[in-house]
């Protein structure tokens, strides 16, 4: 399960079976514990909008502190709903917060180096986390509605395989907190191609409209690649529902603040 800590002022989820390996440190982040205020209270990791870059940057730090991670050498994404992942490799630290991001498409992060983490950021869209603990292999992946359909969860898998040798049986996944059934409405049109890719179970109708279930076209993707059911965690969390404890860009028409996923391979876990 995803599991809420409270560590003082500061609230963090962590997956129960990745923190078992002993392998990772990792966290999805909450609102809570940060210095920002107003709609960005108070844990934002979003930088470019009205917050203050320091305000950003010290959310970065505090976060990190709590689970050990040397937030100077984050790799930040470069979200922009396409599919594509990155490998990650020590040139690549401070990438987005010690210096200007100069990712151009980065929707996911990968790496088999230790001390290497990982950042993705959310306000409904579907983090995803993958961790090999044989290859010792990690990626955090978002996952909007566009990169769902693009399946950027099933090409995570692919190319854990095709470039580290990775076997799904060994492979842990997890589906975390983002905007719910309940609350994602979409045109006709979204529904149809969630219905055609991904089978009627991912798309329903609330009345005069259709609701569509990203964490369940997530799911079906981790299947479909070969990772056994029994190693997926989803976290079943709405962002939307959960408003006072996660940011949700459609319940605050786009003023919000940022989530985010990291994960980090631990010193000594290379094979
Ligand atoms: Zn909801």
Not at 18 to 45: D, I, K, M, Q, W
Not at 54 to 60: A, L, P, R, T
Not at 181 to 208: M, N, P, Q, W
Request: hydrophobic share 35%; proline share 3%; net charge negative.
């Amino acid at each position: 399960m995803f599991r809420l800590v409270n560590k003082g002022d500061i609230s963090y989820y962590i997956i129960d079976s990745f923190e078992e390996t002993g392998l990772v440190r990792h966290c999805f982040t909450t609102r809570r514990g940060g210095v920002s205020s107003g709609p960005y209270a108070s844990l934002n990791l979003r930088f470019h909008c009205d917050d203050t870059k320091e305000n950003v940057i010290e959310n970065h730090r505090i976060i990190c502190d709590a689970i050990g991670i040397d937030y100077r050498r984050l790799v930040c994404s470069k979200q922009v709903h396409e599919d594509k992942i990155h490998i990650a490799g020590e040139d690549d630290c401070g990438n987005g917060i010690m210096f200007e991001n100069r990712f151009e498409s980065v929707d996911g992060l990968m790496t088999n180096k230790p001390n290497i983490p990982l950042l993705t950021v959310y306000a409904d869209c579907v983090p995803l986390f993958l961790l090999d603990t044989r290859k010792r292999v990690i990626a955090s992946v978002h996952s909007g509605w566009r990169g769902t359909v693009a399946r950027i969860g099933y090409k995570a898998v692919e190319m854990m395989k095709a470039k580290f040798g990775s076997c799904p049986d060994d492979i842990l996944a997890a589906i975390g907190p983002s905007i719910g059934k309940c609350h994602f409405e979409v045109s006709d049109e979204i529904a149809a191609l969630f219905i055609r890719e991904f089978g009627e179970e991912t798309a329903e109708r609330y009345g005069e409209k259709y609701h569509v279930d990203l964490q369940t076209a997530c799911m079906g993707q981790f299947l479909k690649a070969g990772i056994p059911e029994k190693n997926i965690t989803v976290a079943g969390i709405c962002t939307y529902c959960n408003s006072d404890l996660l940011f949700s860009h459609r319940k605050t028409n786009g003023i919000r603040g940022n989530l985010g996923a990291i994960i980090e391979l631990k010193d000594g876990t290379t094979v």
